[in-house]
């Protein structure tokens, strides 16, 4: 009976033994693999991670590629048309200067020297105001008039209805315009400039007697009877208007 019982005894403890090695030797397995698992999942997350920021920058670098040629383009526009808008008035301005060193010194030129003068002037003004100011230029020119490219034309005389439509305009004022419109037709020369202007510039124009009184006097003292300068002021709005009869004037020159 004792034989039997440390017997069992005996096994009970083998089999705890076993059992605890078992045990043991399972949760040392068992962690050993989760570490293992741990590393990989470690490593597939940084590996998902470069995987992921490469492409984020492919895509950056995609989008890149289309952003910038698109980028550069726009600023090359904007330089073209800042150069050409400056080539243009350079230009513009050579004619000028030219023709006041050159042309104004002659007693008459041409209706044609006089309105290239006369539209260069104008396209240099332009250059400051706004683009979307209310600017109107008209011009109704017959090239095949007989007076065309007479000398009738007294030099510069287009120049002080320009420059004073430029100088009492208010351009910040939504209702400001310029109105210009030149005509040659039937040997007789028109020009009609008009602008709103602001109150500060009506009180200076009235009080001035409106415009400049050197361009009557040159008038008179070459057109005589033959040109009409008219001014008229309505509602902040001024309008001058002088017609040349060349056609005439012309004839008087010829025979006498």
Not at 46 to 66: A, F, P, S
Not at 166 to 172: E, G, S
Not at 175 to 204: G, P
Request: proline share 2%; aromatic share 14%.
């Amino acid at each position: 009976m004792d034989g039997n019982y440390y017997m069992i005894h005996d096994y009970l403890i083998f089999v705890g033994v076993f059992a605890i090695f078992f045990f043991l030797t399972v949760s040392i397995y068992l962690f050993s693999q989760n570490q293992i698992f741990r590393r990989k999942n470690t490593k597939l997350s940084e590996t998902n991670k470069l995987i992921e920021q490469r492409l984020n920058e492919v895509q950056l670098e995609h989008i890149g590629t289309k952003l910038n040629p698109h980028l550069f383009k726009n600023i090359l526009n904007s330089v073209q048309s800042h150069a050409y808008q400056t080539y243009m008035s350079l230009d513009k301005l050579a004619n000028v200067l030219d023709y006041i060193l050159y042309e104004s010194n002659n007693k008459f030129v041409s209706p044609k020297e006089e309105f290239s003068f006369a539209l260069s002037l104008i396209e240099i003004n332009k250059i400051k105001i706004n683009p979307l100011f209310d600017f109107r230029i008209k011009s109704k020119i017959d090239k095949s008039d007989a007076v065309y490219e007479e000398k009738v034309f007294a030099p510069l005389i287009s120049v002080d209805l320009i420059e004073n439509a430029f100088k009492h305009t208010d351009f910040l004022a939504q209702d400001s315009f310029i109105a210009i419109h030149l005509e040659l037709e039937n040997r007789m020369f028109t020009m009609k400039v008009s602008n709103k202007a602001s109150l500060k510039n009506v009180l200076e124009k009235e009080h001035s007697g409106f415009g400049s009184q050197s361009l009557d006097q040159r008038l008179k003292m070459i057109y005589h009877n033959f040109y009409t300068l008219q001014k008229s002021s309505k509602n902040g709005i001024f309008t001058a208007e002088l017609t040349i009869n060349l056609g005439e004037f012309h004839d008087k020159m010829r025979y006498s």
